[in-house]
């Protein structure tokens, strides 16, 4: 029998795997235990500082007096902010740990009659706060799941960036897509301070918005897939009328992990400047990419200038070749997706007329937006689409469905 070589690449793989599970098992566990800790420190402060409220000024001391007395006694990392986000974790998710055995500690200690039976009562209770610890993340864990309660791949920077949110359904929507799209903490960051909620929530009436906050973004049709503006501030390009389209390109392909995220799940990369060629002559689509949820091609065209309707002509070109050239069984009708700067939406809608659900366009950014950029632009898209109506207030959609 063939013994196995140690540098069998086969072997390697499977232990590696083995391996990196592991860590990875591990470094969940420890970033769990952390979120809870935390909300327990959080809570017994809250819990201390209620007690003493009718004292002037207790809530204030507090947390300074408690820092203190932890550096004092050797636990580092615990300072003032550290406790006051701890405070502010509990304050809002009052309920993350999803299970009243979080309680357990607390009132085993509290039902001592003197204090040489509680200090005895701390010293023995190491090893059960450890147990304890581990039984609510194993409940949490057993449970379903909902935005506001613990999730294992959540850590205490996830938490600290999603306490920054002040809305609850946005914040329900960034927990609900952490998870589901394996955010790590740099990208749910990014994705809120990048406006994701307002921007994909700009234009849909409320029960939309409702189903952001209860099921994440879900896609089912071209129009949940694109938003606008498009934030690419990752690339750190200068907003610059020099910029020419083959740089912008080839900074989204030397950036194109950050622009999957951008552009959102279910994005394949495939193929830049995709030659097509009718008669002789020469046509480059920008870029392509395939839809795995929608299945179907997406082609990008980049414009570093506003929106013209020769370049919507020109989309339609690229479009309808991919229908009937590159389309295979089982793929759906190929969506277009024109970026630039700027765009004049009763233009875009003449040009096409109605019904076209295949040629979307979107601005894009250099810069992470402000709220006030979204309200600026709402306001700025509805005074554009004003005329078209008859003196009927309608809202649009969230980028131009073209």
Not at 28 to 37: E, G, I, L, P
Not at 388 to 399: E, F, P
């Amino acid at each position: 029998m063939k013994k196995p070589s140690s540098n069998d690449p086969t072997v390697y793989d499977r232990v590696h795997v083995i391996l990196s599970s592991a860590q990875t098992h591990a470094a969940r566990s420890v970033n769990t235990a952390q979120v809870v800790a935390n909300w327990l420190i959080g809570r017994e402060i809250v819990e201390d500082q209620q007690k003493g409220a009718h004292r002037a000024g207790y809530g204030e001391e507090v947390t300074p007096s408690l820092a203190a007395m932890l550096k004092k006694n050797g636990w580092k990392g615990y300072g003032e902010l550290t406790l006051r986000l701890c405070r502010q974790l509990f304050l809002t998710f009052p309920e993350l740990p999803g299970s009243e055995i979080c309680y357990a500690l607390r009132n085993k200690l509290t039902s001592k009659k003197d204090s040489k039976s509680i200090s005895h009562a701390l010293r023995s209770q190491s090893a059960g706060t450890m147990i304890l610890v581990s039984q609510i993340i194993e409940a949490a864990r057993s449970s379903e799941w909902q935005p506001g309660l613990l999730h294992h791949s959540l850590s205490w920077t996830h938490y600290r960036a999603l306490m920054r949110v002040s809305s609850q359904h946005a914040r329900a929507f960034y927990e609900i897509e952490a998870t589901q799209q394996n955010w790590n903490a740099r990208e749910t960051e990014r994705q809120i301070q990048s406006l994701l909620f307002e921007r994909l929530a700009k234009s849909r009436d409320k029960k939309g918005v409702m189903a952001l906050a209860t099921k994440g973004q879900v896609v089912q049709t071209p129009a949940d897939v694109f938003k606008d503006p498009v934030v690419i501030e990752f690339l750190g390009l200068p907003e610059s009328h020099r910029l020419v389209e083959t740089k912008l390109e080839e900074a989204l392909i030397s950036n194109l992990q950050e622009f999957l995220l951008e552009l959102g799940k279910g994005f394949a990369f495939m193929a830049r400047q995709e030659r097509l060629t009718l008669e002789g002559d020469h046509f480059y689509v920008d870029l392509v990419f395939y839809h795995a949820v929608l299945k179907c091609h997406v082609l990008i065209d980049l414009k570093v200038r506003k929106l013209t309707h020769q370049d919507i002509g020109q989309m339609q070109l690229y479009v309808n070749y991919y229908d009937r050239e590159r389309r295979t069984e089982g793929d759906n009708p190929t969506l277009g997706l024109i970026l630039c700067t700027d765009q004049n939406e009763t233009a875009v809608k003449y040009t096409l007329g109605t019904g076209q659900q295949k040629i979307f366009a979107s601005r894009y950014q250099f810069h992470l937006p402000t709220e006030a950029d979204l309200a600026a632009e709402i306001r700025r898209e509805l005074q554009e689409f004003q005329p078209a109506t008859t003196g009927k207030s309608k809202s649009k959609k969230k980028q131009s469905d073209v």
